[in-house]
């Protein structure tokens, strides 16, 4: 099934709210979501915002991560973290939970399929992304990404064969492909960048994908600088 949003609008970003900025007024029946213009978590939800047209129906609220509010905190996520989602009365966190969230209780195209055996596929692919994929290739910053990540990078193209019926994860776009995305895209920047390593050199079907997601409008506009990226993860080698 191809994904048909039922509107693309291509956003000017907003400055960040900081330690001098004011509370937007809680549970005024207004939907919001609390995210980093640089979190890949918050970026998860971005994009599935984006891709099921609800950019009227969900506000961002841009949070400066190095000069956080204090009322974000206090007011909205103990936890100090983005992404996090008012809506209906309450605040919704975890990015993972919440693109589930956004896909199941909003309109728009679904982004998860209805086929049993591909949502279980999918709940695996899910669980294996920030435990296994994301800690192995960080992990790696401080070694040799090449030997080190060679196993989760494999995994990745393997399982993108799995289906036929299209170039992403479960066949056609869905909540797998944006859960991934956000990481394989620093990824990719930093490794070639610092350590020369071309992660799809000899992986067709993740070239494939990226090249798939890069033409992606609900995507491209939320994609973070390469130079931020490559400074910041720097300070994990």
Request: charged share 25%.
């Amino acid at each position: 099934m191809a994904l048909s949003p039922r509107k693309i609008i291509v956003e000017d970003r907003i400055a960040p709210l900081d330690a001098t900025s004011d509370q937007p007024a809680l549970f005024d029946g207004t939907t919001r979501l609390y995210m980093s213009y640089t979190c890949p978590f918050a970026q998860r939800v971005w994009i599935i915002r984006n891709l099921k047209g609800l950019q009227e129906e969900i506000k961002l609220v841009p949070i400066d991560l190095f000069n956080r509010p204090a009322w974000y905190k206090e007011k909205v996520n103990p936890d100090n973290k983005v992404p996090a989602l008012e809506h209906n009365g309450k605040i919704i966190g975890e990015s993972l939970d919440l693109i589930k969230y956004v896909d199941s209780n909003f309109d728009g195209p679904s982004l998860y399929p209805e086929d049993p055996a591909k949502r279980e596929f999918g709940e695996d692919l899910l669980k294996y992304v920030d435990a296994t994929f994301v800690k192995t290739v960080f992990g790696s910053f401080k070694g040799d990404p090449v030997k080190e990540t060679a196993s989760v990078f494999d995994h990745v193209e393997n399982t993108l064969s799995k289906y036929d019926d299209g170039p992403f994860f479960l066949g056609e776009l869905s909540l797998v492909d944006i859960a991934y995305l956000p990481f394989i895209e620093r990824f990719q920047v930093f490794l070639e960048e610092v350590f020369k390593y071309e992660i799809i050199i000899g992986r067709p079907n993740l070239a494939t994908w990226i090249e798939k997601m890069n033409k992606m409008v609900a995507y491209t506009q939320t994609k973070t600088d390469s130079d931020y990226t490559v400074n910041y993860f720097k300070k994990f080698m």
